[in-house]
């Protein structure tokens, strides 16, 4: 096996096993932009339709070598729109022979050295890494076609998680201004055919406007006119509430704009809307402090793939600060939390409504979890901070799979634990398939030494968040 040259950008190298372990050689200089298409559209229409069946078959066997990917509900748990179960247990698969008792006792050196990290906890390659871009869950692109006629289906890639590890389709909404109101999405997806109807009478005029804006659709990377495009048909674009569903999230994925070369790019998970009031830190490694900065940045960044030069040609949108800008953070700043009725108003559980189980969690969560160094109850269980894991310290650095070479992932902002249940796949890159996954996780990176029942417990508390 050849060995890694530099630590520094790394370029593709296509892998002919599924699990093996290669390493990858360093980027030309200029691979910072986005090359230019070099074939007629038609040619690579022609070519991504063909390697379609291989790409889905390479990305479902390195999902079936990392996790559990059965359907397995927890009884009695629903997300909070109560139309779909929680799912329970651990899906992270670990190395034959190993147990976590096991694995939670070893060292960070001895893991690296033995290559005995789950390989579930590394970070996960998009489904086309070499090509990146958004992808959209089937049950999203089928209801923005049936209410605009707008094709967000791509013909060289499917999204690649099924439906029960995903959340709840389509989300409740909730809002700060009308708590006494509950769910007021009527049970359907917002979108610009029935944004107004559904919204009359609830929102201001101003909040109504940026709502407007949030669900127009512009050209994006993917989604254009030009030939670079991997849609069928020339489209108008995306919206942002296509990734953010009822301002949450549908579990629509893309490669974060912040990191090159491509291949060491992360895949980015849509992160839920709610309780931005709260929030100061936006976007998992940009640390934009406000959702005004981050709108604007979003534009010419995400939208095209990381690449604002290749913006001004497939249509660049520049929303307007004072006047467009604001008016959408207005909406998004009275997106609520869904119910959490265990919870008093400081973030504690209530003893009268708790479990015994999700009490003893509680003492986890504040003790020795050291959850609470991070997530804070009083706002909104984070700390607006971003902080390193220092995750490397497990695996070996250049490793590729699937085209990805997996980096050190440096900072990331801490995310909000308020509603938790409805947010599967969970960390920056939708790694950890369940909440039990989340926990053994956390409990191997910091150390924490939690017993079974420990662990049961912190799951259990986390789920009433």
Excluded at 134 to 156: C, G, K, S, W, Y
Excluded at 347 to 353: I, N, P, S, T, V
Excluded at 374 to 403: I, W
Aim: hydrophobic letters at 35%.
């Amino acid at each position: 096996m050849p060995k890694m040259k530099s630590l520094l950008p790394l370029a593709i190298l296509p892998l002919t096993a599924i699990g093996l372990t290669v390493f990858a050689d360093p980027l030309p200089p200029d691979a910072t932009y986005r090359p230019l298409p070099t074939q007629p559209f038609s040619d690579v229409k022609r070519m991504d339709e063909a390697q379609k069946p291989d790409v889905m078959k390479r990305q479902q066997a390195l999902f079936n070598q990392r996790y559990d990917m059965s359907n397995r509900p927890l009884p009695g748990v629903m997300m909070s729109g109560g139309r779909k179960p929680v799912q329970g247990g651990v899906r992270v698969k670990l190395p034959a022979g190993m147990t976590w008792e096991r694995l939670a006792n070893m060292s960070p050196d001895e893991i690296r050295q033995r290559n005995l990290f789950p390989e579930g906890f590394k970070p996960l390659p998009h489904v086309k890494q070499s090509t990146g871009g958004q992808v959209f869950p089937t049950n999203q692109i089928a209801e923005i076609d049936r209410l605009e006629q707008r094709d967000l289906r791509r013909f060289d890639v499917d999204f690649d998680l099924p439906d029960h590890l995903t959340p709840e389709f389509p989300p409740p909404i909730f809002l700060t201004t009308h708590p006494e109101l509950g769910d007021v999405s009527r049970g359907q997806v917002l979108s610009f055919r029935n944004y107004y109807e559904i919204m009359n009478g609830i929102i201001t005029p101003v909040q109504m406007e940026g709502l407007r804006l949030l669900l127009t659709p512009f050209p994006q990377e993917e989604f254009n006119q030009t030939e670079d495009r991997k849609v069928a048909a020339p489209s108008l674009g995306v919206a942002c509430l296509d990734c953010h569903t009822n301002f949450h999230s549908n579990a629509a994925f893309h490669l974060t704009p912040d990191v090159r070369p491509q291949s060491a790019r992360f895949r980015l998970d849509t992160v839920s809307l709610r309780g931005m009031f709260n929030q100061q830190i936006h976007g998992s490694k940009r640390s934009l402090r406000s959702v005004e900065d981050f709108t604007e940045f979003e534009q010419r960044t995400a939208y095209f793939n990381g690449d604002h030069v290749s913006a001004t040609r497939k249509g660049v949108n520049l929303p307007d600060r004072p006047n467009q800008v604001a008016m959408m953070a207005q909406m998004q700043n009275i997106i609520d939390f869904p119910p959490a009725p265990k919870l008093d108003s400081a973030g504690r559980l209530r003893a009268d409504k708790a479990t015994q189980q999700e009490l003893a969690g509680e003492k986890v969560f504040f003790g020795k979890g050291r959850c609470a160094e991070c997530h804070v109850p009083q706002t909104s269980f984070l700390d607006n901070n971003m902080h390193d894991l220092k995750l490397e310290r497990f695996y070996r650095v250049g490793e590729v799979a699937n085209d990805q070479v997996v980096i050190p992932d440096g900072p990331i902002k801490t995310f909000t634990l308020r509603g938790l249940k409805d947010s599967p796949p969970y960390l920056h890159d939708g790694r950890l398939p369940t909440v039990a996954d989340t926990v053994e996780f956390f409990n191997l990176v910091l150390g924490l030494k939690l017993n079974q029942q420990e662990k049961e417990a912190l799951t259990a508390y986390l789920l009433t968040l």
